[in-house]
């Protein structure tokens, strides 16, 4: 693992993620899979959808857990936009200004307008939507490949019934961020050079590919040959996570990665957004500026250092 110029870990793998997405249901509407979520989405999510039965189309917080944050900055690249610029300065209420008032509005109508999500989602936490999706209640969810993986480990009978694709994407294209596990020394550790022996033995290709098929989908690749192993050939569900691994990008894109932009991830900024918008009433736009003043206070405070 690189940053300026400088190595500090030995990357280990990559968490797969995708759009999981009940084929069943779909294959009785006769519908297609859907590519991105404008109108895709939401068209398959109000024909699948049954509300009386609890049955909702489609299963994304914005609340403060990874699973907001990760949902909230891919929707601002969909659409154009970034909470960053090239050069790596706050840009959510200024450069893409409009294009992150779509990609925001869009989220927020998810709830709002389109109402294809469970009344209230917006108190979701991580978990919420594998419980939810695993006991029948949704249609489509994003989501790491652990609910993949905890209903194939525990021969749910909705495995099969599952479609893992590519997270859908918006206008400009389909994004989706970084999510790299490493293994690191620190300097002061009185046993570094043991510890540089366990990382050669669990990172052994044998041991690892024993690690990544028991894991099912979950320990995805960060290097060329693991990324070309038969094994991402084995279930036809394992080419999107392998796929959105491949094409993803870094928090701060279009710009570098940096100390602010892990910052401003780590402070949940953009999921206090959306939920100024949804519960507190604000507008997009307003929301947008509140929440770009918050990311120049962090922008400014780590530049400092």
């Known amino acids: 693992m690189q940053l300026n110029g400088q190595y500090f870990g030995v990357a280990r793998q990559a968490f797969g993620a995708g759009l999981h997405i009940r084929k069943d249901l779909l294959a009785e509407k006769g519908l297609k899979l859907p590519k991105v979520y404008d109108p895709d989405v939401i068209d398959v999510a109000k024909k699948c959808q049954d509300p009386s039965k609890d049955l909702w189309g489609f299963g994304q917080t914005l609340n403060r857990c990874d699973d907001g944050n990760g949902f909230m900055q891919n929707i601002l690249w969909d659409y154009g936009g970034s909470a960053w610029d090239k050069d790596g300065k706050p840009a959510l209420a200024t450069t893409f200004l409009k294009e992150n008032t779509v990609a925001l509005q869009f989220a927020v109508d998810t709830i709002q307008k389109h109402k294809i999500q469970p009344p209230g989602v917006m108190a979701w936490t991580d978990p919420s939507n ?51 596990y490493n293994w690191g020394i620190f300097k002061a550790s009185k046993h570094a050079d043991l510890c540089e022996d366990l990382v050669r033995w669990v990172e052994d290709e044998k041991r690892f590919e024993e690690y990544m098929k028991s894991s099912i989908g979950q320990a995805g690749a960060v290097y060329k040959a693991r990324a070309e192993h038969p094994y991402w050939k084995t279930d036809p569900n394992f080419e999107g996570m392998l796929q959105n691994i491949l094409r993803s990008v870094w928090p701060g894109y279009p710009g570098p990665i940096t100390p602010a932009a892990i910052e401003v991830q780590a402070q949940y900024i953009l999921c206090d957004m959306a939920g100024r918008v949804v519960v507190g009433g604000l507008s997009p736009e307003a929301a947008l500026k509140e929440a770009h003043k918050r990311i120049e206070d962090v922008y400014r405070i780590r530049s400092r250092a």
């Open 130 to 180: 594998n419980e939810a999706y695993m006991a029948g209640k949704l249609v489509s969810t994003n989501n790491g490949a652990s609910l993949y993986y905890a209903m194939v480990s525990k021969k749910h009978a909705l495995a099969d019934k599952t479609q893992v694709v590519l997270t859908p994407g918006g206008p400009a294209g389909s994004f989706i961020f970084s999510g790299t």
